[in-house]
Each structure stands twice: as C-alpha cells, then as structure tokens.
C-alpha cells in the first residue's frame, strides 16, 4: 500500500533518521529540523530498532548508506553536510 509523502519545507532539513532492520529493512522514520516525525514508512513490527542516525549540531542528514546485496538491504549509515546558515 502506497503511504503518503512527507516532504520537507522551506529552511527544513532531516536531523534524524531511525530504523528497524530483520534480515532486511523493516521500517524507517525521519524527524526534521523543526521538530516534525514521519509516520513509521514499512512494518514497525519487523525485525529489532537499530541505533538511529543523528545529525551533529551545524550538519544535516542528506542521504543513506545501505547495505549490499539482498531483497532490501538494511542501512549502515547517513551521510551528513553542513546546514544551511540560518
């Protein structure tokens, strides 16, 4: 079932990603700089929470590392930049 975008807004940007992970990816959620959550995006109750990535102060989550091989491939890491100045 297709679930519902979270798109991010003006001057906003992701500090937070968490996830669960089995012999895959489960589900993943994202907070924002302005303190919003996504919904859980997968099965919430598969496999176990893995530790959650977190921006440094003065960074931002651009993107995500995932595993090789496999159905769907677990995340191994974020990949930070320098925020916007305010």
């Known amino acids: 079932m297709q679930q ?4 991010l807004g003006d001057g906003e940007w992701l500090t ?3 996830h ?3 012999n895959s990816l489960d589900a993943v959620r994202f907070t924002t700089s302005k303190g919003r959550v996504s919904q859980w995006y997968g ?7 893995m530790r959650p990535f977190i921006a440094s102060e ?28 305010a």
């Not at 519902?4 to 798109?7: A, E, K, M, N, V």
């Open 4 to 7: 519902p975008d979270f798109d």
């Open 16 to 18: 937070k990603v968490e």
């Open 20 to 22: 669960r992970r089995g």
């Open 43 to 49: 099965n919430v109750y598969g496999g176990a929470s």
């Open 58 to 85: 003065g960074k931002m989550i651009v993107g995500l590392k995932r595993a090789q091989g496999g159905f769907c491939p677990g995340l191994t890491d974020a990949l930070y930049e320098d925020r916007p100045a």
